[in-house]
C-alpha cells in the first residue's frame, strides 16, 4: 500500500572517512562558513567533503524533502544532484580552481498539486545553504504582479518583484502567460526581456523558477529560446499515482495528529478512485481539501455522539467521515442519508 521512496533525495550520502583513510582536511573551516575566504589548498591536499557545513546542511534539507514527499523520484534525484555540483563547486574553490558560476535558474513542469511550490521552498534552502543565495526566501509571482495595466507600468512592476527576489528565488507561476503571441502589443514581451537581462550568466542575484502545466511551459519556450538557453534545470513533476496519493494522505493526516481506522482508509481508496477521474483533480492538493472535509464531517459527528469522548475519538477518522463525500453520489450511510457538502 505505502508508496516506493526513493533513498535519501536520489541517496544523496556524503562520505566521512574513517579511522583507517588517511588524513584529509575540512572542506571549509568552520568559522569562515565559506570556501573562498579559506585559504588555498596544496594541490596534494585530501579534502574532506563530510566537513563542509553546508554538506551537512544539505543533507538535512534533502532528507526533509525525502521524509516529507511521497514519491517524485525523479525530482528528488535531480535535487541532490544540483547539490552535488555546487558542493563540488565549492571544494574546487578551497583548491582555487576557478570557474564559471553554475546557472540556476530552472523550469519546474507538472499539473497542479504535485508538489512544484514545495520543492521551490526546499530548493532555496538548499541554494542558500550552499552559498549559491543569500536568503532561503521565494517569492512568488504571476503574470499580474509583473504586467503592469498601461503603457511604462511594467517595467517598475516587474523591476519591484526582481528587487523583492533579489537575493533569493523568484519563482513565477503559470510563466506561459507573460507570453501571448496573438497581442503584439502584449506587456508581457516587456517582462521577458527584463528578465532575459536579470538572468543573464555571472551577475543574477537571484535565482529565477517557471513553473507551470508541461505542454504549455514547452511552447512558452520554444517561442523565447533565450530564455530557454538561460535555464539550466528542467524539473518534470508527474501525477501522482493512487498509491501515492494514499500515502500522502497519511502524511497530511499524521502531521495534524490524525489517522484513519482501517474502514476508512479503504474508503478513503474508494474516493480516491472516483476523485481522480472527474474534473479539476489536483494530486497532492485535492487529498488535502477532501481530508479537509473529512475533519468538518468527523467534527459534526463527535458533536452528535452527545457523549464524553475520549482521545481516540478526536484523532480518529471514520468511513463515516470518508463516505460522506458527494463523490459518493447517492450511496447511503448505514444509519440513514446524511446532508453532504458538495465535494
Ligand atoms: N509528494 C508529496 N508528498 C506529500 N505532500 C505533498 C506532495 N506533493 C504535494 N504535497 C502537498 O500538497 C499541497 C500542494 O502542493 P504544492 O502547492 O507544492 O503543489 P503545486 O504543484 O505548486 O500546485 P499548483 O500547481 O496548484 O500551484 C501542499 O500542501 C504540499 O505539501
Ligand atoms: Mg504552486
Same mark, same amino acid.
Not at 505542454?215 to 512558452?220: C, G, I, P, S, Y
Not at 474508494?270 to 476523485?275: G, T
Not at 487529498?287 to 482521545?311: I, M, Y
Given at each position: ?69 511521497? /514519491? ?22 578551497? @583548491? ?6 553554475? *546557472? #540556476?535558474?530552472?523550469? =519546474? ?8 511550490? *514545495? ?11 550552499? /552559498? ?25 512592476? *516587474? ?16 510563466? $506561459?502567460?507573460?507570453?501571448?503571441? !496573438?497581442?503584439? &502589443?502584449? $506587456? ?9 537581462? !536579470? ?16 505542454? &504549455? ?19 518534470? =513533476?508527474?501525477? $501522482? ?8 494522505? !497519511?502524511? #497530511?493526516?499524521?502531521?495534524?495528529? =490524525? &489517522? ?7 474508503? @478513503? ?16 492538493? +485535492? ?35 470518508? $463516505?460522506? +463525500?458527494?463523490? =459518493? ?15
Amino acid at each position: 500500500m505505502a508508496a516506493e521512496r526513493s533513498g535519501a533525495a536520489g541517496g544523496f550520502r556524503l562520505h566521512r572517512p574513517g579511522a583507517e583513510d588517511p588524513r584529509p582536511v575540512r572542506a571549509v573551516p568552520p568559522e569562515s562558513g565559506s570556501p573562498a575566504v579559506a585559504e588555498v589548498l596544496d594541490d596534494g591536499a585530501l579534502l574532506d567533503l563530510s566537513t563542509d557545513i553546508a554538506g551537512n546542511d544539505v543533507e538535512e534539507v534533502l532528507t526533509r524533502l525525502d521524509a516529507e514527499l511521497v /514519491g517524485l523520484a525523479n525530482v528528488k534525484l535531480r535535487v541532490g544532484e544540483i547539490a552535488a555540483l555546487l558542493l563540488i563547486d565549492r571544494a574546487r574553490q578551497r @583548491f582555487g580552481l576557478l570557474a564559471s558560476r553554475p *546557472t #540556476m535558474h530552472m523550469s =519546474f513542469t507538472g499539473g497542479p498539486g504535485t508538489g512544484k511550490t *514545495t520543492v521551490a521552498l526546499r530548493m532555496a534552502e538548499m541554494l542558500h545553504a550552499l /552559498g549559491y543565495i543569500r536568503k532561503p526566501k521565494v517569492h512568488i509571482v504571476t503574470r499580474d504582479d509583473l504586467v503592469g495595466q498601461f503603457i511604462g507600468h511594467t517595467a517598475p512592476k *516587474t523591476k519591484e518583484a526582481l528587487a523583492k527576489a533579489a537575493g533569493g528565488v523568484l519563482f513565477i507561476d503559470e510563466a $506561459y502567460y507573460l507570453f501571448r503571441p !496573438e497581442n503584439e &502589443r502584449d $506587456y508581457g514581451q516587456e517582462v521577458i526581456e527584463i528578465l532575459l537581462q !536579470e538572468m543573464e550568466g555571472e551577475r543574477a542575484s537571484s535565482v529565477v523558477i517557471f513553473a507551470g502545466y508541461e505542454d &504549455r511551459m514547452e511552447r512558452f519556450f520554444s517561442a523565447n529560446p533565450g530564455l530557454s538557453s538561460r535555464v539550466a534545470h528542467h524539473l518534470a =513533476f508527474s501525477d $501522482y499515482t493512487h498509491d501515492e496519493l494514499l500515502a500522502i494522505a !497519511e502524511i #497530511m493526516l499524521g502531521r495534524d495528529n =490524525f &489517522r484513519f481506522d482501517d474502514p476508512a482508509r479503504s474508503a @478513503f481508496g474508494e474516493y480516491l478512485e472516483l476523485r481522480m477521474r472527474r474534473p479539476r483533480f489536483s494530486n497532492a492538493r +485535492s487529498v488535502r481539501n477532501a481530508l479537509d472535509r473529512c475533519r468538518l464531517r468527523q467534527a459534526k459527528r463527535l458533536v452528535e455522539l452527545r457523549r464524553p469522548l475520549t482521545k481516540t475519538d478526536l484523532i480518529t477518522l471514520t468511513d463515516r467521515d470518508v $463516505y460522506g +463525500s458527494s463523490v =459518493f453520489g447517492a450511496t447511503e450511510l448505514p444509519d440513514g442519508p446524511t446532508a453532504r457538502a458538495p465535494d
